[in-house]
């Protein structure tokens, strides 16, 4: 799973990190997955706030998921911080 990035070592080292929740996402989504979920999910798309660390899983169905699970997870993250970025927007995103 995913194993295909173990050949890249990891990334460099940084000595800036985000400001505020949800101003950069990291994001890694795997798969296909050959056996399916019970729910049906093939991808694993994982979330990672760089202010916080914190982590978040979501399982999706089809790649195409991916943007509108990203854009729900925004949301989300957002109210439950009760903290927007400045713009408004997500100012990076890394994939």
């Not at 929740?21 to 994982?46: N, Q, T, W």
């Not at 914190?54 to 911080?81: D, G, P, Q, T």
């Amino acid at each position: 799973m995913c194993s295909w990035k173990d050949d890249w070592g990891p990334f460099p080292a940084s000595d800036s990190r985000a400001d505020t929740k949800v101003a950069l996402i990291h994001m890694d989504l795997c798969g296909p997955i050959e056996v399916e979920s019970f729910g049906g999910a093939r991808y694993i798309y994982l979330l990672t706030d760089d202010y916080s660390r914190k982590k978040f899983v979501l399982f999706l169905k089809k790649k195409e998921e991916a943007f509108e699970k990203f854009k729900e997870f925004k949301v989300r993250v957002e109210k439950e911080s009760g903290e927007r970025n400045e713009s408004g927007q997500i100012t990076e995103v890394n994939s």
